[in-house]
C-alpha cells in the first residue's frame, strides 16, 4: 500500500467540482512550466505546459495561468472526475542543448475527488 | 506498447550490495535521464544523457553510474548501497527541443 506521501498538501474536492492547484516557483529564469500529474504506483505524467511569456494556456478540462510578478503558478482542472485523484507536482523547465530537459519539481498536492 | 520501461518494479536488497536497474525506451527519443523520488515524494533530477555527454548532479554520490550502450538504454547502477538509497528510481526520456519528459513506472528501491 501507499503509506508515503500522506503529508503532502491535500486538496479535497466534490466530484463534478472545478479544482485549483497552486503553486510558487523559484527561478524566473526558467524557460517552461509545466504540471504533471501521478497516480499511485506510476511515473510522472504531463499535463500541460507553459511558456515563460505567456499568462494562460488551455488545454482539455486544464487551465494553466502564470503570474511572473509573483512567481506563482496555477492548475485549473474544470469538472473534476474521480480518475483526477493523484499527486499533481508543478516544474520549471530549462532547456540546456548538453543536458535536454532539466526539470525541477515543486513538492507536490494530492487531489482526492470525492464522489 | 510501453515507451518507458524500468526493470524491476520492486528491489529488495541488503546494504552494502551493488545493484542496477536497466530502463529503455522505444520512443526514439534522444535524452534519458534518472530521477529519484524521496519518502516525502520530492522528485529530483540525478542524470541526464543524450549520445553527446553525460551530465551529473553534483549531489548524487559517485556510487552511482549511469551507463548507456545505444540511445534507446540507460542503466543504472549502485554500488555500496546504503539504507538513505532507498527510495522509487524514474527513468525518463524527451525529445530535443521538446519540454515534455516521460517517464516510467519506477523502481522502488528497499536497502535493508
Redesign the interface.
Known sequence: GES??L??PTLSVQEGDNSIINCAYSNSAS??F?WYK?ES??????II?IRSNMDKRQGQRVTVLLNKTVKHLSLQIAATQPGDSA?Y?CAE?N??E????????G??TRVLVKP | DTAVSQTPKYLVTQMGNDKSIKCEQNLGHDTMYWYKQDSKKFLKIMFSYNNKELIINETVPNRFSPKSPDKAHLNLHINSLELGDSAVYFCASSRMGNTEAFFGQGTRLTVV
Open positions: 508515503v506521501g503529508h503532502l524557460d517552461y509545466i501521478q504506483g506510476k511515473g510522472p505524467q504531463f505546459d499527486v507536482f523547465n532547456w540546456e548538453a543536458a535536454g530537459n532539466k526539470l525541477t519539481f513538492g507536490g
